[in-house]
């Protein structure tokens, strides 16, 4: 099977899966105790506007008309008022997502970063202190709640130290560089301003190292095993009889095979940072869609919460179909098994 058929392939199998979450949203949007249209109108509201208000809002039809009304809403962008911000739902999350997104990437590619080169010094040096120490990390990642971390980091970093900022993408007084892509790291480099970069990085680091300590710990372990399995092959025993330097061996050959088993995690990895920001953006005052949710949440707004829920949904099934794609570019033979 080519590469191309491959990824049509995996395109359409994720049309059901998407569909699937769809009804799941649809059901639990429906079974939330309270009552949206009372929350619209106010507990003063007579029984005769809250049924003009449930037959406007389509809520008197039955649950099949109402899933298909909903679906049609969703993919023309049309989802809902807030309550809270009395804006449609869809823009307050546009409006909010990049902040998001821009924070569960930077995470990734930190904790990815940070997680192969220990996790390869593990898995060469088992049972040694460098193995001994990172357990000791992994457990201490996996085990802190993260807004516990959060608020460590902030105590340690910001209150005692007072070397990064407490909140924010921004310090007072700087201002945003034009919006290109509205991910500040990108759109200032694009503007040439250097300094505002620097001042967004900076905003970064805590709720980054909060957010991605888990996915550090995860990644590292589950390489460090992979390397340990991929020591007992017959293609490393035979680059270590060439006389090959155990630098090129481990991060050019075993490093490679051992990091392909990991794309699942760190693909899954994506999808539960978008899950776990809620809580840290709550932290750091972070302006994205996961403390929006929170707030929704708060006050029990139905369409952003269900907003909300739909846009991390799509990111579990959109970082799956590229992970699928990662794994049949690195390996062609899962491509053969498919075809």
């Known amino acids: 099977m080519s590469y191309v058929d491959y990824l049509i392939q995996r395109a359409l199998q994720s049309v059901p899966v998407i569909l699937g979450l769809s009804v799941l949203i649809f059901g639990i949007s429906r079974v939330i105790p309270g009552d949206p249209v009372r929350l619209a109108l106010g507990p003063e509201a007579s029984d005769s506007q809250v049924a003009a208000l449930r037959a406007e809002m389509g809520l008197d039809q039955p649950l099949p008309v109402q899933y298909f009304d909903w679906l049609v809403g969703v993919v023309q962008g049309d989802w809902g008022m807030s309550l809270r911000t009395n804006n449609n739902v869809f823009s307050d999350i546009v409006g909010r997502l990049p902040a998001t997104f821009?924070?569960?990437?930077?995470?990734?590619?930190?904790?990815?970063?940070?997680?192969?080169?220990?996790?390869?010094?593990?898995?060469?040096?088992?049972?040694?202190?460098?193995?001994?120490?990172?357990?000791?990390?992994?457990?201490?990642?996996?085990?802190?709640?993260?807004?516990?971390?959060?608020?460590?980091?902030?105590?340690?970093?910001?209150?005692?130290?007072?070397?990064?900022?407490?909140?924010?993408?921004?310090?007072?007084?700087?201002?945003?560089?034009?919006?290109?892509?509205?991910?500040?790291?990108?759109?200032?480099?694009?503007?040439?301003?250097?300094?505002?970069?620097?001042?967004?990085?900076?905003?970064?680091?805590?709720?980054?190292?909060?957010?991605?300590?888990?996915?550090?710990?995860?990644v590292m372990r589950l390489i460090r095993s992979d390397m340990i399995d991929e020591q007992r092959k017959d293609y490393v025993l035979a680059a270590r009889a060439y006389g090959l330097p155990n630098n090129l061996i481990e991060y050019k050959y075993m490093l490679r095979n051992a990091f392909t088993s990991s794309l699942t995690v760190i693909g899954l990895a994506f999808g539960f940072l978008l899950g776990n920001a809620f809580l840290v953006e709550i932290v750091f005052a972070w302006p994205g869609m996961a403390r929006y949710g929170v707030q929704a949440i708060l006050y029990q707004d139905f369409n952003a919460i269900v907003g909300v829920t739909i846009v991390v949904g799509i990111g579990f099934v959109t970082a799956n179909f590229i992970v699928d794609l990662l794994y049949g570019y690195l390996d062609p033979r899962v491509r053969l098994e498919d075809g």
């Not at 192969?116 to 992994?138: L, M, Y």
């Not at 310090?171 to 509205?182: A, I, L, Q």
């Open 102 to 218: 821009e924070l569960t990437t930077v995470t990734l590619v930190f904790a990815v970063l940070l997680a192969i080169p220990f996790g390869v010094v593990a898995g060469t040096n088992k049972d040694r202190w460098q193995d001994h120490v990172s357990r000791v990390t992994a457990l201490f990642g996996v085990s802190m709640p993260r807004f516990w971390v959060a608020i460590v980091l902030q105590i340690i970093f910001v209150v005692s130290l007072g070397l990064l900022p407490l909140s924010g993408r921004l310090s007072d007084g700087v201002t945003p560089p034009p919006s290109v892509t509205h991910l500040y790291l990108v759109d200032s480099l694009i503007a040439g301003q250097f300094g505002t970069f620097i001042d967004a990085a900076t905003h970064l680091v805590l709720p980054a190292f909060a957010l991605g300590l888990a996915t550090l710990a995860q």
